[in-house]
């Protein structure tokens, strides 16, 4: 049984799973950006760099190449435009225009990798995003325009990320993490005032930066090793779909039904198209032995 497909979903839709507290940790912080992703950037260097010294100790971390700068370049725009849209725009704005980003990582990937997407990933990507719209359709509040685009270029850049990492998926691109969150730190570092946050912004930041951000994006970075770069950007719309339940839970700021009935048609669509995509490799191997 080939379990490899199956085995880079899971990852990736775990990894997707932990990010979607991040929305939530950045309201509980509120802070500067650039307060915030000094840290975010210095210490998730910190984690992945352990992170690939016991799991690879004998690896290189840094090769310099175009690919791997490419990937920590995209990944620091991303990073700084995330956290910078939220404190620019609603976490619902930011959240419904990342979520569009399956969209960017399937054209892209027609674009430059030539690699097609199934008529059942498209499929799932539309109805996804049907239920992503359907969750935030009683939310949606007057856009902040610069908020929105810096949005916009956050699901671009990571939509790019994604089909980079694929172009290369023989290779582990977990590295290119240190080098993105050191650049993060250098550019915040200039701009921002990394100690001045106060009380319990230091406990929420140390989660955030030490535990959630570091364990979901080297889940995230293991994901487009073994599947699509449309796949992985479609499961990136979990995020969107469980972050009003970690909102309800912590801020008891109750979902509405739309909330929970457009989470169910995303949660069920990403569980069926994994479960057909899973059947669809394994005949294909039958039929190849």
């Not at 990571?158 to 993105?180: Q, Y």
Request: proline share 3%.
């Amino acid at each position: 049984m080939n379990t490899d497909y199956m085995k880079g979903f899971l990852l990736t839709a775990l990894g997707v799973l932990v990010l979607s507290f991040d929305a939530l940790l950045i309201r509980l912080i509120n802070s500067e950006s650039f307060d915030l992703l000094f840290w975010r950037g210095l210490l998730l260097s910190v984690a992945v760099f352990f992170w690939c010294r016991f799991r690879k100790p004998e690896q290189a971390l840094f090769s310099w190449d175009a690919a791997f700068i490419r990937s920590a370049l995209l990944f620091t725009v991303s990073a700084i435009c995330f956290v910078s849209a939220i404190t620019l725009t609603s976490v619902a704005n930011v959240l419904v225009i990342i979520s569009a980003q399956p969209l960017f990582a399937a054209v892209m990937s027609r674009v430059f990798l030539r690699e097609k997407s199934s008529r059942v990933t498209w499929a799932a990507i539309i109805v996804s995003m049907l239920g992503i719209g359907w969750v935030l359709a009683g939310s949606w509040q007057s856009p902040n325009l610069t908020g929105d685009l810096i949005a916009l270029v956050c699901g671009l850049s990571l939509s790019a990320k994604f089909v980079n990492d694929r172009a290369n998926s023989k290779r582990d691109m977990t590295p290119a993490l240190i080098l993105s969150g050191l650049i993060i730190a250098a550019i915040s570092a200039t701009f921002g005032s990394p100690f001045s946050l106060q009380g319990p912004e230091w406990g929420w930041m140390l989660l955030l930066c030490l535990v959630i951000l570091p364990l979901a994006f080297i889940l995230i970075t293991l994901g487009p090793m073994r599947i699509s770069a449309a796949e992985v950007g479609m499961l990136m719309l979990l995020e969107t779909a469980m972050g009003p339940l970690w909102t309800w839970l912590w801020l008891d700021e109750v979902p509405s039904l739309q909330a929970v009935q457009g989470g169910a048609v995303v949660i069920g669509t990403l569980l069926v198209h994994g479960l057909i995509q899973w059947r669809r490799h394994q005949r294909k191997r039958q039929t190849a032995v």
